[in-house]
């Protein structure tokens, strides 16, 4: 039987070996942190302290602001200095972030009690994942607490645990993989028993032949491990889904309208980490990796932290950079500077040469088909392409623009080199701009 897999997609070169057997490690306390209102999707949180303030490390810092969002704590013991602009990665432009300066070692805040899952109701288990701010940590900073409560005419029957870990580059999912199999399983057990399931399966790519194993001889009962085909992007939500399960999300539609729940190993063990040592997620796992750093690594960084401080610790920049990308090359977003704080969704700092990314000149379109062929979505980039360089957005949506969930996977194979992603990005901001200001 071949491996599990969907339509689509490329195989661009993986360039784990980089990182992937750098164990984890942690960076030191940073003596000053960047904390971002807007760390997750939805409404940014609300500040509740103001400068002057003293925090403990893992105190609340910042209030969920509506239904979709998350509380902030702060990740070092220090004093609040100012709630300043800065430029966000994902955003393209300043935003609030509190900034908070090292005073002390840690001195901890945690959330009570901290006890095994198997001791908390399902409410309990849900209220603690909203406490302590927990978001989905693949990158799409979804609050974990929302998923994990759906309408009550969705019937949720599987919980998909996402180790596919398609982007190159990226590493860090891997390592987790690696070395905190058995906290990943708690942390999947708490989600089962928040969601109701008998059943979770956890999809890897056959990349990861250590990492399947040692899933395997953590799982135990209920929890399967399947193996995926290595292709990008097999970690997006419903490409995983249909691969696992051959379940279709409709478009516009969720996973939980065919019963699933998709959650990151990263974010079950950040689930283990707040149920069971009552931490709040201060924390993440990053890969600083690429040819333009002298030392690939995977460490755990407090939020808040420089990626200049961490591409340091990764030896610092080679002399022919060419970019600096927040996530891996396929998705993540290339930053003007180096002085950005990671954020609950950083997955990797990729520092991308000159050699790597080359001269890119393009052409028009040669109607070669190999961008259809590509899109995991169905869609026909070539045609997206013609409506939105023509700003004919209203056509460019009933062609599907809406559902391009901006994988690249056609800029990538592309035999002109035309950015055909860049342009649906922007496509889809101006036509939601420009429905947001008509409905005023
Ligand atoms: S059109 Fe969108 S979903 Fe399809 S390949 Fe291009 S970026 Fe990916
Ligand atoms: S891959 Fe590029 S050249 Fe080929 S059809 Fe698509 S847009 Fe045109």
New binding site residues.
Partial sequence: MGLLSFKGGVHPPEKKTLSEDVPLSRAPLPGKVFVFLANHAGVPAKPIVQPGDDVKTGQKIAEAAGFISANLHSPVTGKVVEISKMYHPVLGKPQDAIVIEKTSDDDWELLEPAKSYEEFSRDEIIERIKEAGIVGLGGATFPTHVKLNPPKDKKIDVLIINGAECEPYLTVDYRLMLEMSEKIIRGIRALMKALGVEKAIIGIEDNKPKAIRRMKEAAGDGIEVRVLKTKYPQGAEKQLIYALTKRIVPSGGLPMDVGVVVQNVGTAFAVYEAIELGKPLIERAVTVTGEGVKKPINIVARIGTLASELIELAGGMEANVDRVVFGGPMMGIAVPKIDIPVMKGTSGITVMTKEVVGERESFPCIRCGG?VK????Y?Q?FQ?YLYTSNRLYDRAVDEGLMD????????YVCPANID??KS?KLAKKVYRALKGGAKK
């Avoid at 590509?374 to 979505?377: F, G, I, L, N, W």
């Avoid at 391009?404 to 800029?411: A, D, I, R, Y």
Wanted: proline share 11%; glycine share 6%.
């Fill in positions: 961008c590509a899109c995991p979505m869609l980039p997206l391009c969930m901006e994988c690249g996977s056609c800029s055909l992603v649906f």
